[in-house]
């Protein structure tokens, strides 16, 4: 191997170790989207808000879109319908609270649609 192929080497390794540099995610920050931010779209939770089985939160509207132009990403077949999510009402908290003096958590109601 010659000098020049050494270097070109030397920097595509560094550029791919910068890269994944850049690509990790604080965990807490990861945290905060969870419960801040809808799943499907990456937009700030904002009424109506629906949950998966498995905790997610999606605002309705995305979810909707979603289902009507069948473009649900694969991690989230396993929502077919409306059926498969339940409506939450949100309460905002003030930023003044603080957690341990927060209320009661967010609620939810079941769809009142037949099935």
Not at 15 to 44: I, K
Not at 71 to 94: E, Q, W
Request: proline share 6%; net charge positive.
């Amino acid at each position: 191997m010659s000098n020049n192929n050494l270097v070109m080497l030397a920097q595509r390794i560094t550029n791919v170790y910068f890269v994944a540099a850049l690509t990790q995610v604080n965990p807490a920050e990861e945290l905060l989207a969870r419960w801040t931010r809808c799943r499907l779209s990456g937009e700030r939770l904002a009424p109506p808000c629906v949950a998966d089985e498995l905790g997610s939160l999606f605002n309705k509207e995305s979810l909707v879109h979603a289902l009507l132009n069948k473009t649900m990403p694969a991690g989230l077949a396993h929502i077919t319908s409306l059926k498969s999510v339940v409506n939450l009402k949100l309460d905002p908290i003030s930023r003044a609270a603080t957690s341990s003096a927060a209320g009661p958590g967010p609620s939810s109601s079941r769809n009142s649609r037949a099935a």
